[in-house]
């Protein structure tokens, strides 16, 4: 594994060319990507745009011209990436804000099958567990790791944070149908980094982030994904008047709109949202299946440069690893830290694992030979 | 009430050098800035640093550097506005979702005093009212109209925002403690537009909107007041790792922050909240006193002009008006639409309200005369 593989590697990349839409700073590797996607050079002119030209030039009228649609729109961008037919993702929140949602409407629909527990598989997630709790605690439910007959919902992730290890969606799937409970998955580490197929395995609900992979902004809105079968029973708590039926009546009572905008709260984050909108330009240039092809490439790439490094390679199998190589090291903090240092951004995450992401949009084979040689050079001093 | 008048006015109002701070389209009125606020001329610069700078710039460690407290410093810009001493005061989440969170944790506050009630005071807002109903309903609580010892919490709304009508602020949240429950004020019509005195008067929880009166920017942020007496038991039910005691430990239980930090949830959604805080910049160069004493004179001013016209004035009292004049009309809906054709930008409010907001900080003394010269000519065609 040589500089000069790397770079013939970038030569032959045909998605080499996307890398100079993204504003990264000359000489820094960033492999931090599933943590906070780098920026698109064109959000500023957007952000410009939706500043001067719309909420500035058009003021309260720019909300039925630009924005009231913004959630379902920007929702049916994503949908193509997470394998949804039109009409079942929305946008708005945070990530823990709707798996609130969806974790209490998830539960409702399993107290009318007559079932309370929640099941949370794996190393969920800090938040996907505190919120499970908190939900569970407001519905009575008990919480188990494993799916049984009682089991009213399960909640699992699709890619674990800290391993980079992909779940087994079609069989954790299956396993939930067999057992008649509904399934909700979190694909925070998969949404713009490989192929989801939400309909194609008949998936109940889904949550994801919007500003790893995807390269939202800092605190880009999530999103949800309600299918089309389940809606009607989407009871979710979090009734904001715009997920009503009617909005500007301002009705006493709460009706849920029709579809997947039941699922929509309060007022959204318009410009967070619309610089969302401006990155997911990028998809209209390429496939998320030719984006996993290169990042498998570059995560092998990735894993061959440091196989003969004293570090563990954490998901080493190439089909269930996710587009991130987690190393298993004692001083992985100060690994990290140190490859700052030299602009070579990984993270660092509790107790022992320096993390490398892969956007395969914006990384390049130079790029990962150049933080395996640093990371060589750190660990034979 | 001349055009005269209306410029002799405004040549003599010390707030009138402001109004250049803000991009409004030449020869636009606009009176519904307390449903959308015009944006400041130093957004879309901050924005482009933002982007740029820090997010481009710094990538994954602008988190730390420029982001990760924000949700407080911006917080701390805003107490001053809502009557707060320091660490009271977050932002994050939209309002739908900080009452979601407010009501449950008073709730159970009440709870702990044995009691299950939950008054919704007046003609609430049509979300907080949606909201209450889905908390009380998972908290298994009754809802009524009164204050009684039973009451566990009360929410309130303190600027009507169909009639302008200021509640008695004072006097509900005496009556409140008096009984023996805990008070949680929406301040969505007030924040920005007149003192409000949370401290003084001891207030429990507020919630309130940035997007209105203060500029914020169409879905801008929300915040929470928790008193620093009540912190220690606010116990929310959206415990997102950004409210952890220690987020990056990424433990396995919640453990909720110290302060009013623990009222955050999710990653919160910075490009929208850092918009917020440029427009919160315009406070350093005036005083809430002296944007409420201009307000009082231009809602005034507007009411002297159209007080001869077949439209009833709902809130008459100068001393209970909030900075909005609300008309009664049976052909409300239309005379809106006639304005906004001429670049008079007011709103309708079912089923009868022509509603004219006045920000004192960007609206003129002509502004006023001119919508009510135009509603004159339309009223007597």
Redesign the interface.
């Known amino acids: 594994m040589s500089l000069q593989r790397a770079r013939d590697l970038d030569r032959s990349d045909p998605l080499g060319e996307l890398r100079g839409q993204y504003?990264?700073?000359s000489g820094?590797v960033?492999l931090?990507g599933n943590?906070?996607g780098?920026?698109l050079r064109s959000?500023?002119g957007r952000?410009?745009e939706v500043?001067?030209g719309q909420?500035?030039?058009r003021?309260?009228?720019?909300?039925p011209e630009h924005?009231w649609d913004a959630p379902v729109r920007v929702g049916e961008r994503i949908a193509p990436l997470v394998g949804a037919a039109p009409g079942q993702v929305v946008v708005g929140?945070?990530?823990?804000?709707n798996l609130?949602k969806s974790i209490?409407a998830g539960l409702r629909i399993g107290a009318g099958r007559g079932r309370s527990e929640l099941a949370v598989l794996g190393d969920a997630f800090?938040?996907d567990?505190?919120?499970a709790?908190?939900?569970a605690?407001?519905?009575d439910s008990p919480i188990t790791t494993e799916i049984t007959e009682r089991t009213a919902l399960v909640l699992a992730g699709h890619v674990d944070y800290r391993t980079g290890v992909i779940a087994d969606f079609a069989a954790i799937t299956e396993q939930a149908h067999d057992a008649g409970a509904v399934i909700l998955w979190d694909l925070c580490h998969s949404v713009g980094a490989l192929p989801v197929e939400l309909d194609a395995h008949a998936v109940d609900l889904a949550v994801g982030c919007t500003?790893k992979f995807l390269s939202g902004?800092?605190?880009?809105?999530?999103f949800v994904y309600v299918a089309s079968a389940l809606q009607a029973d989407y009871d979710q708590?979090?009734?904001?008047?715009t997920g009503?039926a009617d909005p500007?009546?301002?009705?006493?009572?709460?009706q849920a709109a029709e579809g997947v905008a039941r699922a929509r709260?309060?007022?959204?984050?318009?410009?967070?949202?619309l610089?969302l909108d401006a990155a997911l330009d990028i998809w209209d240039q390429t496939s998320i299946v030719d984006a996993r092809a290169k990042a498998q490439q570059l995560t092998q790439f990735f894993v061959d440069c440091v196989e003969d490094l004293p570090v563990t390679v954490l998901a080493p199998d190439p089909a269930t690893r996710g587009n991130q190589v987690s190393l298993r090291h004692p001083d992985a903090k100060d690994l990290i830290a140190r490859l700052?240092e030299q602009d070579i951004?990984g993270?660092f995450?509790?107790p022992d694992i320096a993390r490398f992401g892969f956007q395969p949009l914006y990384v390049s084979f130079e790029d990962a030979w150049r933080a395996a040689s640093a990371l060589r050079a750190l660990l034979s001093t």
């Open positions: 504003d990264i700073p820094t960033y931090d943590s906070l780098a920026p959000i500023p952000l410009a500043v001067s909420w500035a030039g003021l309260i009228r720019a909300w924005w929140d945070s990530t823990t804000v609130f209490i800090p938040t567990r505190y919120i709790v908190s939900a605690r407001m519905m500003y902004g800092p605190g880009a809105p999530a708590p979090l009734t904001g008047w009503h500007f009546a301002m009705t006493e009572d709460y709260a309060g007022t959204p984050d318009m410009l967070s949202m610089a700052a951004l993270d995450r509790t």
